[in-house]
């Protein structure tokens, strides 16, 4: 059985000033891919729990899984009480295995958690907004993903 872990990240570069909010998925203590460049879809992810089927858990930071070669969603599978990620893009193909019970409670307080992360860096401990804060893959026009982490700006 393989473990899952969700952790948020914040990334910055020297071109700009902004703080690039980005949700790293690890299996067994490991980044399935370099998330400077690859970015989770947390809509993607939470649609999992539900059925199985082919998701852009991994996609572009811009939102376009296309846009980062990536054409073939991960192909996820409920069966008994595991759920198993078929991953072929980005290389290399792996397969991994996680108990049905450990992953739904790893995504939805991993939800839980980012929202708080969120709401934290989103106002400065004066009660200032902070508006370098951008979340990765780009989220302004993401509805689904605006409500499931309850965004108010
Ligand atoms: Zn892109």
Request: aromatic share 12%.
């Amino acid at each position: 059985m393989n473990k899952l872990d969700l952790h948020s990240k914040i990334y910055r570069f020297d071109n700009d000033d902004n703080l690039y909010f980005v949700t790293i998925i690890l299996v067994d203590g490991k980044p399935i891919a370099d998330f400077s460049y690859y970015a989770t879809s947390l809509t993607e992810l939470n649609n999992t729990l539900k059925q199985n089927g082919k998701y852009f858990i991994l996609t572009c930071w811009c939102g376009v899984p296309d846009c980062a070669g990536i054409e073939q969603g991960i192909q996820v599978t409920h069966y008994q009480d595991t759920v198993k990620w078929t991953i072929n893009q980005p290389s290399p193909h792996r397969v991994f295995t996680f108990s049905e019970n450990d992953y739904k409670a790893v995504i939805t307080e991993g939800i839980k958690q980012i929202k708080e992360d969120l709401a934290n860096l989103w106002f400065t401990h004066t009660g200032e907004y902070n508006d370098k804060l951008e979340i990765v893959p780009r989220w302004e026009d993401n509805q689904e993903l605006i409500e499931l982490l309850n965004i108010h700006r």
